[in-house]
T-cell receptor, first 115, second 115 residues
Framework: AQKVTQAQTEISVVEKEDVTLDCVYETRDTTYYLFWYKQPPSGELVFLIRRNSFDEQNEISGRYSWNFQKSTSSFNFTITASQVVDSAVYFC????????????FGAGTTVTVRA | GAVVSQHPSRVICKSGTSVKIECRSLDFQATTMFWYRQFPKQSLMLMATSNEGSKATYEQGVEKDKFLINHASLTLSTLTVTSAHPEDSSFYIC???????????FGPGTRLLVL
């Protein structure tokens, strides 16, 4: 069975602070995919990134960066110099072939950026 | 690219009526579409998976006669909530996936309120 744990329920920061969201996953599959999605107050889930289990390179996209570490089964997400528009719920998710690539979501972390 | 639309965005109906929600992939062919339900401040709960031209696969605990899913084409899936009751009030979100990389792209969601 697959499991995704986002231990942080809520994080509140002041604009321009950095924010790191933790994600720990569990799976017995050797091939799997990890995702981060953003859900702003409007409700739509916005795809941010996909990583497969064979690619441990960290990635940076603008103010967003991701740290994938198989040794600790973690896929953490950092927002640098946060802005009010970053306020949203962020979900980490996992999919594996043995489960038809269905997404197993974490509980989500609500990020509030105050001006 | 990878745009998914959902209609309607919001619906209010009387108890006992049926409501149909449409999910369309606008710029790609979706071999698989998913339907989720999300309660306030909670994560997404997968209801069912539908592949074009075949019957939907429902998750445990989801009543297939209550939530009818049709995936008639590679760009359209519909969810019909039959004989809706107040407890069916929720945020329903669809997602679509093309063949190949298992990234799901989400629609904007439908807020259903049953009075």
């Amino acid at each position: 069975a697959q499991k995704v744990t986002q231990a942080q329920t809520e994080i509140s920061v002041v604009e321009k602070e950095d924010v790191t969201l933790d994600c720990v996953y569990e799976t017995r599959d050797t091939t799997y995919y990890l995702f981060w999605y953003k859900q702003p107050p409007s409700g739509e889930l916005v795809f941010l990134i996909r990583r497969n289990s064979f690619d441990e390179q960290n990635e940076i996209s603008g103010r967003y960066s991701w740290n994938f570490q198989k040794s600790t089964s973690s896929f953490n997400f950092t927002i640098t110099a946060s802005q009010v528009v970053d306020s949203a719920v962020y979900f980490c998710a996992l999919s594996v072939g043995s489960n038809d690539y269905k997404l197993s979501f974490g509980a989500g972390t609500t990020v509030t950026v105050r001006a | 690219g990878a745009v998914v639309s959902q209609h309607p965005s919001r619906v209010i109906c009387k108890s006992g009526t049926s409501v149909k929600i449409e999910c369309r992939s606008l710029d790609f062919q979706a071999t698989t579409m998913f339907w989720y339900r999300q309660f306030p401040k909670q994560s997404l709960m997968l209801m069912a998976t539908s592949n074009e031209g075949s019957k939907a696969t429902y998750e445990q605990g989801v009543e297939k006669d209550k939530f009818l899913i049709n995936h008639a084409s590679l760009t359209l899936s519909t969810l019909t909530v039959t004989s809706a009751h107040p407890e069916d009030s929720s945020f329903y979100i669809c997602s679509a996936r093309a063949g190949g990389p298992p990234t799901q792209y989400f629609g904007p969601g439908t807020r259903l309120l049953v009075l």
